[in-house]
């Protein structure tokens, strides 16, 4: 069983940046891949980046517009998205997901996930 837990998030002016944080406990995790996905209101939950175990990173639509950075840290278990030049459109609850196996797009593919951060973009 893996715990996540999300931090970081909060309120940011257009142009502005944010780092967000996911923190693992109970698992292996240098053998964890990470994801982050975000949900706005209203909205099905997107996939926006992942970084397997290794380091390898995998950066899906809303992250490559947004030019977005996630990295990991296994020495201390936690995964960072970094995101610049946010945009109001990138207003949503973000979250941090787990899964033992490759990065995959599909929220249901993933076993384990945080309660999520709050980012919100003034414009």
């Known amino acids: 069983q893996v715990h996540i837990v999300e931090s970081g998030g909060g309120l940011v002016q257009a142009g502005g940046s944010l780092r967000l944080s996911c923190t693992a406990s109970?698992?292996?995790?240098?053998?964890?891949?990470v994801g982050w996905f975000r949900q706005a209101p209203g909205k099905e939950r997107e996939e926006v980046a992942c970084v397997l175990g290794n380091g390898e990173r995998t950066y899906w639509a809303p992250s490559i517009k947004g030019g977005f950075t996630i990295s990991r840290n296994n020495a201390n278990a936690t995964v960072s998205l970094l995101m610049n030049n946010l945009k109001p459109e990138d207003t949503a609850m973000y979250y941090c997901?787990?899964?033992?196996?490759?990065?995959?797009?599909?929220?249901?593919?993933?076993?384990?996930w945080g309660q999520g951060t709050q980012v919100t973009v003034s414009s």
């Open positions: 109970g698992g292996t995790f240098d053998d964890t891949t």
């Open positions: 997901a787990a899964r033992y196996r490759g990065c995959v797009r599909s929220p249901s593919e993933w076993n384990y």
